[in-house]
T-cell receptor
């Protein structure tokens, strides 16, 4: 299994509070991705990174920001959490964009 | 832009029966195609992938998939399903842009597989 960890694995927070999710990899892969998974929607890309300090938006980026200051870490921040951001968040990595992505175990976020 | 359709939201089969999960993609050029499986509470695991060459690809756990360009399909099959195959299955497509550049993966909505004993 690819060395990908996500923290926290579970979080409950209140509407309006900031939340940061962390993805850590030990594979030295260039590309990192944040997805959210919701019933009936499959996986939707939030943001991705193609290198340190290089990030771009995905299809559902509103309300989210990301940062990547080191190859191994990719942070996802919800600036002011809303109930619509209740979801399961997955991090993924790949050596090259468009090729095989390896997924972390996920973070289950509940916004009350 | 590419897209992926998995027409079946939920499929139920008996243990030992054959299985086929459908995946249709929309993309103008040669796609990269993937099947992932997700067990409850887990992340996604790669089952198999197609990049080029033989259109019938073998994956882990006895799964195979066939790329049919004329039908824009990449259906997943297994000749005899085991109870442990119960999970959600996702098809994904990646776009080849040119040179060494590739586009992002687009995932289908998933198919939930239930296996009856």
């Amino acid at each position: 299994d690819a060395g990908i960890t996500q923290s926290p694995r579970h979080k409950v927070t209140e509407t309006g509070t900031p939340v940061t999710l962390r993805c850590h990899q030990t594979e030295n892969h260039r590309y990192m991705y944040w997805y959210r998974q919701d019933p009936g929607h499959g996986l939707r890309l939030i943001h991705y990174s193609y290198g340190v300090k290089d990030t771009d938006k995905g299809e559902v980026s509103d309300g989210y920001s990301v940062s990547r200051s080191k190859t191994e870490d990719f942070l996802l921040t919800l600036e002011s959490a809303t109930s619509s951001q209740t979801s399961v968040y997955f991090c993924a990595i790949s050596e090259r964009q468009g090729e095989t992505q390896y997924f972390g175990p996920g973070t289950r976020l509940l916004v009350l | 832009a590419q897209s992926v359709t998995q027409p079946d939201i939920h499929i139920t089969v008996s243990e030992g029966a054959s299985l086929e999960l459908r995946c249709n993609y929309s993309y103008g050029a040669t796609p990269y195609l993937f099947w992932y499986v997700q067990s409850p509470g887990q992340g996604l695991q790669l089952l198999l992938k197609y990049f080029s060459g033989d259109t019938l690809v073998q994956g882990i756990k006895g799964f195979e998939a066939e790329f049919k360009r004329s039908q824009s399909s990449f259906n997943l099959r297994k000749p005899s399903v085991h109870w442990s195959d119960a999970a959600e299955y996702f098809c994904a497509v990646g776009a080849y842009i040119g040179g060494t550049s590739y586009g992002k993966l687009t995932f289908g909505q998933g198919t939930i597989l239930t296996v009856h004993p």
